[in-house]
């Protein structure tokens, strides 16, 4: 069975980079609204800049 979802989420993705083995390192926020999404993202690439540890992205 299917339940329908009342909100849809936008993701916002951006590259920082490369692990050592090559591969991208690649940051997502997400958002109800795109503008939500994209202050996110910011936060995050302005985090990236500053050199703070940016936790890796956690699979379910």
Same mark, same amino acid.
Not at 14 to 39: F, H, L, N, Q, W
Not at 45 to 54: F, K, P, Q, V
């Given at each position: 069975?299917?339940?329908?979802?009342? +909100?849809?989420?936008? @993701?916002?993705?951006?590259?920082? !980079?490369? /692990?050592? +083995?090559?591969?991208? @390192?690649?940051?997502?926020?997400? !958002?109800? /609204?795109?503008?939500?999404?994209?202050?996110?993202l910011?936060?995050?690439?302005r985090?990236?800049?500053?050199g703070?540890?940016?936790?890796?992205?956690?699979?379910?």
């Amino acid at each position: 069975m299917r339940t329908a979802r009342s +909100a849809v989420a936008l @993701i916002a993705s951006v590259m920082v !980079g490369y /692990t050592p +083995a090559g591969k991208r @390192i690649v940051k997502k926020a997400s !958002g109800k /609204t795109k503008t939500e999404a994209k202050a996110k993202l910011k936060e995050i690439i302005r985090d990236y800049e500053d050199g703070l540890a940016i936790a890796p992205p956690t699979t379910p």
